[in-house]
């Protein structure tokens, strides 16, 4: 019978794993009871680690907002300047057909 149990997943560990064959994990420490609340306490994440006021440490996403900003004034740009150009010839060609059509309806009277 087991007596060691990985302290991530609870799986149970022979004398010579040095490795969880289950989750993976390194076996450093393991709990004698199958539940990952037994484990030895993880150390905490690290934090976040915040510029400290008039650092660049912000600069990139600052940058990275700005392309965004800029890539998508471009795109209106060009929606603008090929789009309605384009719907114009749209409505001329639909104009020309409605005008042919009325034409040959009233000249057939």
């Given at each position: ?49 915040t ?12 940058k ?5 900003r ?40």
């Amino acid at each position: 019978m087991a007596d060691r149990y990985c302290s991530n997943c609870g799986h149970e560990l022979r004398e010579d794993n040095r490795f969880c064959p289950n989750c993976g994990r390194p076996v450093h420490e393991a709990a004698h009871v199958p539940t990952p609340e037994a484990d030895v306490p993880m150390p905490p994440p690290p934090e976040a680690a915040t510029p400290a006021p008039g650092s660049r440490g912000g600069s990139r996403i600052k940058k990275v907002i700005k392309v965004d900003r800029l890539d998508k004034i471009v795109g209106v740009i060009l929606a603008v300047v090929i789009g309605i150009p384009l719907l114009l010839t749209v409505l001329w060609f639909m104009l020309q057909f409605f005008m042919e059509f009325v034409n040959g309806f009233l000249g057939a009277f």
